[in-house]
């Protein structure tokens, strides 16, 4: 029996999602020809183009399933698909984790009567609050002896025993198995806490948030597939539903998503899929490629042959495989291939972007042409990198740049603004805080030229050149000096006569901290008239009076506040709902004060929806991890390799979860071996450098240091690659 499904297998840009895109439209076509079949037999005419186009598409009432392995690919996908059908047909595009979250929540009744749950509308968890609240729980259970034994501090290990209940439910185990197959993986490991503590912390964790309705993705995950999957009226409702499902990049997926597939195509729906041996991006933080590719046993199997178009790919991926695997093999890489090499990294830094600057600024090359690839990218390099190439209006861009909202001028700004207007959070705000604040609540941003090149997006150094202050750094020390009177419940600030030589201040920085104080005293006196709902309504009226006021913020900022926003909404719904379950005798702002601390933890990173700016590609060049750039499936003509003999290479540039091995569906719960280890790590490695290849065009920059940041010498894989070179661009030649 000839199979309808298709299983599209092909390196990286072969293409496999066009491929996709046509198999769609080619279902669409043959369900068009049957549905007028039908119509000219249900009515015995011919369907013409008085009829219109619904009552004939009406009897295929199931939609798609498009699933892609990430956000940004889910709309790319989800736009291609809509706009070659022209928007006819119903398409559901999704990433398999987000599919799993809207179907445990639509579906959530039903899972209240099968688990017995209180019935009670769930709430997501985000991973900075799951992490939070599960501290909170366990804290009484992690001595100093369990924090000793297992080697990290208390905030590592947190994470560390969270992720093990996500990769359980990602490969289909559910909670009550994990002990048995860290066990097994674990061995005699005494380095490692006891499997049976590490699986009752977790069932305790789970059971505490199912009382209160509280959802993290690993519990979400689990739900999905140990209950709902297995529940034939979901099943009834699920395969009424779809008829196709289209999945780009399985090779991403977690294992529970074959489980929802093979159940559509048992059910008679048909699917395409497309994997990539050379992809497996997300191999140790939840994926399984080995146990999607199972899959292609019930498809017909299609291969693209061939190199990606324009690419090095194919004239560099044999020789670069070969020396880094066997490294006494004597081969010199072609011209396409350079090298930089310095002694020192800051000197790697500055000459890797001169060559850059000096390539665009001869026009060998233009920003968006250009890719600086690292390992990982610390934020010496970043701001390295980005300093000397904006200084040369080379605009850059940094792909999913998660640093913590703490580390935002603005962000710290408004937390003082609310240890300021709310009583009893005066140990939370000092002196350079409200200098800070007087500085970011004091600028004024001058409108954009009207002109149509002033109407285009521009880069964030633009945006900040436009931005001035009433109250520049050195006034407002000076005002903080002698106006801000510290208290533990009731900190103020006094009007700026109290300073003796305020003449000092200047007319213009007067007025604008006169104002400021005056807003202050308004919020105080409505917070105590308890006529300001809650800290999200504070917020959001400092947004609006004294940041966004009218003036176009640079998009790096506006996401930082939407993020602000988005995670104190988060944090107070979470919160209300505790309350609701378990009342605590608290003092009214304990919830402010926590939530001012989880910020300047770190542990919130600003990537609000939506992700990328609203318009036409950003004419930039791309600084990104590989992990990071490998995920975002870009291609580029050149392509910078930042550390070449970092060791980091052999890691993917993502460091592998706890325990990630041992969920793997085809070695469920086996030891790994430091053999094993080795052996992933050539896998890898030989991934890396062929998906890479497959995404560059023209050329290709190694760039090597003799010394890391911290002064050892880097020996990584890709050393041999770095000999081989023929171009070198030394510090003696870098001009």
Known sequence: MVSHSVWIVGTSRSGKTARLVEQFCNWVTSEKQYTESFYTKKTGRKKTGHVPEFLYLKQTEPGVLVLAANDDNRRELGDIIVTSTLGKYPVRAKTPLGFFQDEVILFWPLLINSLNLKAQFPVRLRPETEQELATKLWRPQLDEEILRIAGVNESRLVRRILDLLQLAAYSGVPCEDIAQILAKGLGENATTLEPEFLASLLLDWRNWCLERGLLTYGIITELYSQHLLSDRNYQQHLTKRYQAVLADDVDDYPSVARLLFELLLDRGAVGAFSYNPDGAVRLGLGADPNYLEGLAERCRVEILNGPPPESLSEQLTKQMVELVTEPMVMLSLPKTVHSIQTTSRAQLLRQTAEVIAN????????????????????????????????????????????????????????????????????????????????????????????????????????????????????????????????????????????????????????????????????????????????????????????????????????AALRELLETAQHYWEIDTRLRQIAPVETTPHTTIIEFIQLLRRGTITANAYPVRPIGGARKAVTLATIFQYRSSRRSHQWHFWLDAGSPLWAKGGAATLFGAPFFLRDRLGEPWTAEDEKLAEEQRLRRILTDLLSRVSERVYLCHSDLAVNGQEQIGPLLPLVNACVTVISEANVN
């Not at 109290?498 to 105080?524: H, K, N």
């Open 359 to 558: 390539a665009i600024q001869s026009q060998q090359v233009q920003p968006e042409e250009v890719a600086i690839i690292a390992p990982g990218l610390d934020a010496i390099a970043r701001y390295t990198l980005v300093e000397i190439l904006v200084k040369q209006n080379i605009p850059v861009e940094s792909l999913n740049d998660q640093r913590p909202l703490i580390s935002s001028p603005i962000i710290r700004a408004l937390l003082t603004m609310l240890a300021l207007v709310y009583p009893g959070l005066g140990r939370l705000v000092d002196r350079d805080a409200v200098a800070e604040m007087l500085v970011v609540l004091s600028r004024k941003q001058q409108p954009p030229e009207n002109s149509t090149d002033a109407m285009n997006r521009v880069s964030t150094t633009d945006a900040m050149n436009r931005v001035s202050t009433n109250i520049d750094p050195v006034r407002a020390g000076l005002i903080a000096d002698y106006c801000f009177v510290p208290h533990p419940d009731r900190p103020n600030l006094l009007p700026v006569s109290v300073f003796e030589r305020w003449d000092r201040i200047g007319y213009a920085a007067t007025t604008a901290y006169s104002e400021i104080l005056e807003w202050l005293e308004q919020q105080r006196s409505q917070q105590e008239l308890r006529l300001i709902p809650s800290p999200i309504s504070l917020l959001d009226r400092a947004i609006q009076r004294f940041l966004w006021n009218g003036s176009n913020l640079p998009y790096e900022q506006l």
